[in-house]
């Protein structure tokens, strides 16, 4: 299996313009989820998918912040508009067995710049 | 509000000396877990602990759950070079699912 792929890897953007994230979980894992990693915040848990069901937005920043799964091979992130503060890199990942203490597996990453 | 704390926040040791890396929470968890992190890379799963007390080896990584399933430690034997990297502890309470604040371990040849 390929593992979690996301894209794109790098993204600069200038601010206020609308950015979307993309990834592929890996197939048969049925939790998704979305986080964010800063220097300064760590690694955010920003929301996660049970079989393309949103469980869990609470650690979504703001309105500007929206995530969907409209199927369980593909989920986006998308943040309109965009601020330089959401620099950032977003990693996803994907779990299986049911439960949130299984291993999750993550993509490599999408380094977020706006500038 | 950070709900697992670790400590310390940054470590750098020698080659070959020992090192402990602490989790702590005022809060409970049915389970939690020990990752590592490279730089430019996702995080991967050393080990995950579901029983109080629990204790589980992994060659030279030794990790621990507290009784009260609110606290863990990750103990490292003779550390090498490889074990370079962020050490994150995650844990699954009820539907909601935290890391740690991260501990960035470098170890020096």
């Known amino acids: 299996d390929a593992g979690v792929i996301q894209s794109p890897r790098h993204e600069v953007t200038e601010m206020g313009q609308e950015v979307t994230l993309r990834c592929k979980p890996i197939s048969g894992h049925d939790y998704l989820f979305w986080y964010r990693q800063t220097m300064m915040r760590g690694l955010e848990l920003l929301i996660y998918?049970?079989?393309?069901?949103?469980?869990?937005d609470s650690g979504m920043p703001e309105d500007r912040f929206s995530a969907k799964m409209p199927n369980a091979s593909f989920s986006t992130l998308k943040i309109q508009p965009s601020e330089p503060r959401d620099s950032a890199v977003y990693f996803c990942?994907?779990?299986?067995?049911?439960?949130?203490?299984?291993?999750?597996?993550f993509g490599p990453g999408t380094r977020l710049t706006v500038l | 509000t950070q709900l697992l704390e670790q400590s310390p926040q940054f470590l750098s040791i020698q080659e070959g000396e020992n090192l402990t890396v602490y989790c702590n929470s005022s809060?409970?968890?049915?389970?939690l877990q020990w990752y590592r992190q490279e730089p430019g890379e996702g995080p991967v799963l050393l080990v995950t602990?579901?029983?109080?007390?629990e204790v589980k080896k992994l060659k030279r990584l030794t990790f621990q759950f507290g009784d009260a399933r609110k606290d863990s430690s990750l103990h490292i034997t003779a550390a090498q070079t490889g074990d370079t990297g962020l050490y994150l502890c995650?844990?699954?309470?009820?539907?909601?699912?935290?890391f740690g604040t991260g501990t960035s371990l470098t170890v020096i040849p």
């Open positions: 602990v579901v029983t109080g007390g």
């Open positions: 990942a994907s779990s299986n067995g049911g439960s949130l203490s299984n291993e999750q597996f």
């Open positions: 809060s409970v968890f049915s389970s």
């Open positions: 998918f049970n079989n393309n069901v949103p469980i869990d």
């Open positions: 995650a844990g699954d309470a009820g539907n909601q699912f935290y």
